[in-house]
């Protein structure tokens, strides 16, 4: 896992203490250093390394939701596609907010990973992107605004550490293509790192807030149904303009999922509702209720009925 959040007290000495309680699910043992973007690190892959394709061959890569929109442009497929043929569900932390991960064979190699190379190089996770760095989301006590922290991970499989090149981490984050993947993924980090350190003062997620969750981060394709229903505009107060582009631009539907969840998760209200849409929502609400509790007294009468008649 490369993308990691939390809340720290802010003083360099903390930060290290604190990644080396981080649970990187790597095989090796690993040793963190935390970099800024001006710190350089002596790495190179290549074709020629003896080491080649060896990262792949132990793969465990987190997924964010923009990895998704360009993995499932790049093969042809839907979102739907995409997440039962290439990706496992799993748990990102203890109050259960779903994740997903690029599925592997039973040895642990990534699906794509070819003799030559990554077959969906061009369209490779961040996560692949950053190796042999890593990208922290983290927030200091006290402060409203999160930060970024970078962080180097050395394996013993891995020979790139002694190759022959220095490069700052500025400069290897635009090498590897990386500036868009953190540009469109940086909002969905702030929402997990807003979670985490709300703890429980938000309360437990509900089990609908967790279907949006995943739906909003990963599921572009049934997030548009969604928000393309009637319920969805009749609920909600947005130009026409909106949904003719969110019909064709899904990094677009993606950064409006963001907002979304914001708005369910946190109340925070970006997005304006239709006047009285929420007193129509509590009265459905209302209405459904009492239906239920009309079919279960309908039920049970009609229980009673037949015992009585199978007792005469």
Not at 107 to 130: H, Q, T
Not at 141 to 147: F, R, Y
Not at 159 to 178: F, M, N, P, T, W
Not at 294 to 300: G, T, V
Request: glycine share 6%; with cysteine; net charge neutral.
């Amino acid at each position: 896992m490369v993308f990691l959040w939390s809340e720290l007290p802010g003083s360099a000495d903390s930060e290290a203490k604190m990644i080396k309680k981080l649970d990187i699910p790597l095989k090796s043992d690993l040793v963190p250093e935390i970099l800024n973007n001006t710190d350089k690190i002596q790495f190179r892959c290549h074709k020629g390394i003896s080491c080649f394709n060896a990262c792949c061959k132990q793969a465990d890569v987190t997924l964010t939701p923009y990895d998704i929109i360009r993995l499932e442009r790049h093969l042809g497929l839907s979102s739907e596609e995409f997440l039962k043929r290439h990706t496992v569900p799993f748990k990102m932390d203890a109050q259960g907010v779903p994740g997903v991960r690029l599925k592997t064979d039973e040895s642990g190699a990534c699906l794509f990973v070819r003799e030559v190379g990554c077959s969906v190089y061009e369209a490779r996770p961040s996560a692949c992107r950053f190796y042999p760095a890593g990208l922290m989301a983290m927030r200091p006590k006290d402060e409203p605004t999160d930060k970024s922290r970078y962080f180097l991970i050395r394996e013993d499989h891995c020979k790139g550490h002694q190759e022959a090149r220095r490069v700052s981490i500025r400069d290897y984050r635009k090498e590897q293509g990386l500036e868009i993947y953190e540009d469109m993924n940086r909002e969905w980090l702030q929402i997990n790192l807003k979670k985490r350190s709300s703890g429980p003062t938000i309360g437990k997620p509900s089990e609908l807030s967790l279907q949006l969750f995943f739906m909003c981060s990963f599921d572009v394709d049934r997030f548009r149904r969604f928000v393309l229903s009637d319920s969805f505009r009749g609920t909600y107060d947005l130009e026409d303009g909106f949904y003719g582009q969110i019909e064709t631009d899904d990094p677009a539907l993606m950064k409006f999922g963001f907002r979304l969840m914001k708005q369910v998760l946190f109340g925070e209200k970006t997005i304006p509702e239709q006047e009285g849409a929420l007193e129509k929502r509590r009265e459905e609400r209302r209405q459904h209720r009492e239906m239920r509790r009309r079919s279960e007294i309908e039920r049970h009468e009609k229980e009673q009925e037949d015992l009585l008649r199978d007792s005469t």
